[in-house]
Structures are given as C-alpha cells and as structure tokens.
C-alpha cells in the first residue's frame, strides 16, 4: 500500500515537473492539479476557473459556480512545497477564511468596477457581483487547499452566515488529496446514511448483489443537495448531462399526480460497494453510491423542489441497487451497468470511453515506444500513458530501491500523459479551442466523442506514429503555455484560453497550406523546432488581443472564449505567418507511412490473437460453447463460429490457425460485451 509519505513526494515531484514543463509558477501547478483532481470527483465543476487576486487583507486563487445547486464556490491555496508534510495550523486557517471573506463581501459590493477588465480576477468578481444580483446564490463554500495536513486541535469548521447566505468552511488538506488519487486502487469513504426498504432479488453471482427499493423525491433531492456530482463520478458523460432543468412531463407528475410518479417513470439504477442495513432490515447505510441511469429524474425533480417550489415530498422513485462485492472489478461493473441502463436511451458508444480499445493501444505504444535520448543522455525513456488515476505511482508500490529507481530513470515524472491533458492538447490541434475552454471534463467528453468515431471508421489508427504525434502535440502545448508566461507583453490572465486558441489557429493555417504539420520534428527533438517559435510567438499575441477584446454585450471574457462565434472571430485574423517548409509533411508522404505502419499492426495483432487464444483455459472455451448454444439465435453466432468453437472446447482443435484464432477472439470479445463473466 502506498503510504501519504509516499504520495506525498510523489505528489510534489509531479508539480516540480508540471509546472518546469509548462512554465507555470510552482504554485499554479499546484492549485490546477488539485481543482482537476476535486473536478474528478464532483467537488468542483468542470467550470472552476484559476483567478489570482491578492491585496492587503484579500487573497484569492478561484472560482467556481455549480449553476443547478446555486452554490458559489471560493478558493486560495496554502503551498508550503516542503520535502516533509508540513501542518496547517489553526493561524494558516484563520487568516486565510479571513481573506477569503473580505474579497467575497467587496466582490457583492462591486469590486469588479476597480479592476481590469481583461484581467482574471475582474471575471470573478463581476461573476459574483451578478451572481448574487439577480439572487442566485443560495450557498457559499470556502475552500482551503493545502499540500499540508490540518492540525488535530481544530475538529469541526462551523457554517456561518455572510450578507445573509449561508457559508461553509472546508480544508482540502494532502490526506484528502491523497485519498482521491489511490480512490481507484482502494476503497473509498464516501457513504450515505438513508433508510430505504428493500428486496434482496435473489443471485447465484459471488460478485454482485442486487436490490429493488425505492425512495420519496424529498430523499433523492436531500442526497443531492448534500453530495451534488460526486454521486456521477464515475459516469462522466452523466455528469455533464446533469443540467437542473425540469422535464415538463416529470414536473405535471409531480405537481398533479404526484402518487402516480412511480408508475409513470423509470426512476433511478445505481451501484455501491457497500450497503448496511438496520434491525427490521431496511438499507441503512451506503457507501460509494452512484447513479449511473436517471440524471433526468433526479435533475428533474431537484429543479422541481429548488426553483418551482413544488412538494416532492408525495413522489415515490424506484430504485435498482447493484452491490460489487469485489473493489477490483467496480469500475469495470459501473461502466457495464451505465451501458445496458442506457440503451432504452439514445446514448453515443464514446458514452462508455473509458472501455475503448484506445486506452490499450496508447498504453501498449507507450510501454514499447523509446523516446529519442536528449542532451548526450545515454538512457532513453517512456512516455507513461496513465489510463487511471494513480497508476504511474501504484506501479511503483511493491518495488525495490533499485526497482524503483530504475522505473522513474526511464518514466520520468515530466513524461508523464495524463488522458484529460491529452484531451486538451489532441482538441486543440482538431480546431475545437471553445471546447476545451469549457473546461477539461467537457474536452475530455468531446475527445471521447471523436476516438470513437475515428476507430468505429478505422480500427487500425492508433499506431505507434498517432502515439508519437500525439506526445509531439502534448509537448507543443507545453511550450506554448511557456513561451505565453515568459512573453514581455503578458501581463497575467487567460493563458489557458490563449493557447487552446493558438494551436487551433497554427493547425488552421497548416491546413491552408495543403499538407501536414511534421509532428516528426518535435518528437525527434523533443522540444520545439527553433523555426516554430517565431511562428508562436506572433500567433500567441495575436490571438491574446483578439480574445480579450469580446464585442459589446460580452464583459466576461472567459465566458466569451467557450462560444463558437469567438472561434470564428479568431479564423479570420491575418498575421501574416509564412511557414518555413522543414515544418510541413506532404500529405502523401503521411498515408504512406500509415499505410505500411497499419499493415505491421495487422500482422502484430494477428500473431497476438494466435497466443491469447492459445494460453485461454479450455474451461472459459467450454463456458462460452454452453453460452452460445444457449443463445445462439440471439447472438447471431454462425454454424461454422459455433463448429470451431466446440472444436476449441473440447480440445480436437489443439493450435487454431490465424484465421480461427480471429473467430476465436470474436466470440470471446462479443460474449464480454454481451455480459458473460469469463
């Protein structure tokens, strides 16, 4: 088990190299890991936004607004960045909430009016000013963010009221920090106490246990309002869909026939890890709850109590509960469940992304693929694809000194891909810079969207030559991001959206010119070509220019850049860049090199095929022959499909060629997806 030491180092390791690779200040690293790690989980939004304000008697660090819950969100970091885990103390604590609320207090009384317009901070305080202007701020949350851990004599940070809104105080120290990344390689500790009755619906299955209930719309608007998002953590594209709005014909229910709302709609399916029951055997308690179908309902109903006022009190919601007993196969589980849940809905393939074939190829390219060695360095070094969250660090739990040592030598901790900064970069370089300034979850959703879109066209793309242009597309938005903090003419504010916004128009421009960018370059050299940078450079303060001058009518400049018509505005600047032709490819010159590198893949994955069918149990053959011939008309299996299988699993066929090793892994393939536990 990984130790908060452990992470810890880790942890500040990884902000060192973000923020040298990126030319952030340390402290900036700091505070955007952590908020993308909150996002992650649903304690912040994917619209949090980093604004740096500090003054006497004032400092802040960001935003964040959840529009369906109306709750405004306040954030300033504490940063110690000491080799041991230092402690926050009640005097950090203090003085910081006192920060906080005296830039909350002028920010209500239109601090916005002394600040610059093009700056950040002015987007914030206008936000609020116009936030509590129209009433829409029905909570406050201050929140203190700390690579420290928050001292023992302060057990409890009681609710106070601020200009009459209720505010809450909370310390994000580096023990919840911590508890977040190794969240997919443990348990978690997040439970709900209800009291719900149940049916235990009756399975011979060791690994879930299914339960039918139900529950009042008072109950499920309760556990919304108490946990918000973090009850759609692990369904991203749920979480995104979660918009507050009230169906019409849900809200006619509730306000008319509220008794016939459980006949009426489909209610709610839900998994847990976990769940306790009380002495008459009602569910009492239940850990990791999380909604995977009825985004609708819940919204529809919270919106119902929250702005139309209505009694939900009457509502009756079914409930299906699925409880994974094993912690290793619940991610796994959820995304399956998520799946089958939503097929009486239209929902996209790239829904369920986190079970795309992607996800091994750039992790398989990224184990086999050698960077180029750098600066007479004799050692060469991966480019570590991190599927999951923590996996770079749990790779190195049970390793040796010298192991360990060897592994972070060749996976250096700068070189580390991050799947929602890979979404951001790949965005870019796809002319989609209002995307990705909407933030990472909707970049990363978008990014979903076009992989499998790309693969369901060609399953072959993610060859070793995608691996490298995309790290090569990962290091330019790295530099970019630099060159921006280091210019003479940035004063401070909207780089996030100034580089998004620059790759989209360099990746316009290479277009215009009929060929293709040569991502090779990059890669050989790992850095940027010395003949780009100009090219940067001119674009980077072009675009700054056009995206902080919005049209009348558009004060909030971080708002404006998350609209296609800012896009748009921004295709149509002329800065007059020429482009030296050591920067470009001819587009025949790259299908050519697809082409040959699609044909290695092919005989790569044949001959893989081969091994995996050949070292596969004659018991999981024999499970999916019983399975087959159960539902074979259902399935759509052939008479020859179900000839070599029962070939296969009744031993006459000892070493399948290509060909049957491909049907092989078909039924193998089609029976995972069809729900068949091998």
């Known amino acids: ?21 990126r030319g952030l200040m340390r402290s900036q690293a700091f505070f955007e890991n952590t908020c993308e790690s909150l996002v992650s989980i649903g304690d912040l939004t994917s619209d949090y936004t980093a604004a740096e304000y500090s003054k006497t008697g004032i400092e802040v660090h960001g935003y964040d607004y959840d529009e369906s819950r109306e709750i405004l969100t306040i954030l300033v970091h504490q940063f110690f960045q000491e080799d041991q885990i230092e402690t926050l103390t009640k005097t950090h604590i203090t003085t910081k909430f006192n920060r906080l609320r005296n830039f909350v207090k002028k920010s209500i009384q239109g601090l916005y009016r002394d600040l610059e317009e093009t700056s950040d901070a002015y987007s914030m305080a206008y936000s609020i000013f116009h936030y509590n202007q129209r009433s829409k701020i029905s909570k406050i949350r201050m929140i203190l963010i700390t690579d420290g851990i928050m001292t023992r004599t302060l057990t409890e940070l009681p609710s106070e009221k601020l200009d009459n809104i209720q505010v809450d105080l909370r310390v994000v120290d580096i023990d919840y920090i911590y508890k977040i990344n190794i969240s997919d390689y443990s348990e978690r500790n997040f439970e709900i106490n209800v009291k719900f009755p149940c049916l235990e619906i009756p399975t011979s299955s060791v690994e879930y246990q299914s339960y039918l209930s139900f529950l009042t719309g008072e109950d499920l608007s309760n556990i919304y309002e108490q946990y918000g998002q973090k009850l759609f953590e692990q369904n991203v594209r749920t979480f995104l869909q979660f918009k507050g709005g ?32 009380d002495e008459i055997g009602n569910i009492s308690k239940i850990f990791d709850f999380q909604i995977v179908n009825g985004a609708q309902t819940t919204s529809s109903i919270y919106a119902a109590k929250k702005n139309a006022k209505l009694d939900v009190a009457k509502v009756s919601v079914q409930m299906k509960l699925s409880v994974v007993k094993e912690k290793e196969k619940h991610h796994d589980f959820v995304s399956k469940v998520s799946e089958y849940a939503n097929t009486q809905n239209k929902v996209n393939k790239s829904d369920f992304f986190s079970n795309n074939p992607y996800h091994k190829e750039m992790k398989s390219s990224s184990q086999r693929v050698w960077a180029p060695s750098m600066g007479g360095s004799q050692r060469r070094t991966h480019w570590f694809y991190e599927r999951v969250r923590g996996e770079y660090l749990n790779e190195q739990a049970y390793l040796t000194k010298a192991e360990k040592t060897k592994f972070q030598l060749e996976n250096p901790k700068a070189q580390l891909i991050d799947k929602t900064f890979l979404s951001k970069s790949e965005n870019s370089w796809l002319r989609k810079p209002e995307v990705v300034s909407k933030g990472a979850q909707y970049s990363f959703a978008s990014f979903a969207d076009h992989i499998t879109e790309y693969l369901e066209k060609d399953n072959l793309a993610i060859t070793d030559s995608y691996f490298k242009d995309a790290v090569a597309r990962i290091i330019l938005f790295k530099n970019v991001e630099k060159l921006i ?18 790759i989209a128009y360099l990746s316009l421009l290479v277009e215009s010119t009929g060929k293709h960018f040569a991502f090779n370059k990059i890669w050989e050299e790992q850095q940027l070509p010395k003949e780009l940078i100009p090219i940067i450079n001119t674009i980077t303060k072009g675009i700054y220019d056009s995206i902080t001058t919005p049209p009348g009518g558009s004060a909030n400049i971080a708002q404006w850049c998350k609209k296609r018509e800012c896009w748009e505005r921004v295709k149509k600047l002329n800065m007059g860049i020429i482009f030296n032709e050591t920067l470009l490819i001819d587009k025949e010159e790259t299908k050519y090199i697809k082409r040959e590198e ?35 008309s259902v399935s759509k299996v052939t008479h020859t499909q179900m000839d070599i299988l029962e070939k296969m699993a009744t031993g006459i066929l000892a070493a399948p060629s290509e060909k049957q090793s491909k049907i092989l892994n078909t039924l193998y393939e089609k029976a995972i997806d069809e729900g068949v536990v091998v």
């Open 1 to 21: 088990m990984i130790t908060l030491e452990d992470f810890h180092q880790d942890f500040l390791q990884s902000i060192l190299a973000d923020a040298e690779s």
């Open 246 to 277: 009230v169906n019409k014909g849900i809200r006619n229910t509730i306000e008319y026939n509220p008794e016939l709302f459980f006949a009426y709609n489909n209610g709610i399916t839900a998994t847990a890890s976990k769940v306790e029951f």
């Open 485 to 502: 903090s280091n210019a003479a003419w940035y004063d401070g504010g909207f780089r996030a959206q100034t580089v998004t916004y620059t």
């Open 598 to 632: 699609k044909k290695e893949k092919k005989m790569k994955t044949g001959i893989e095929i081969q091994i995996f069918v050949v070292n596969t149990h004659r018991q999981v053959w024999m499970k999916l022959l019983d399975y087959y011939k159960r539902y074979q």
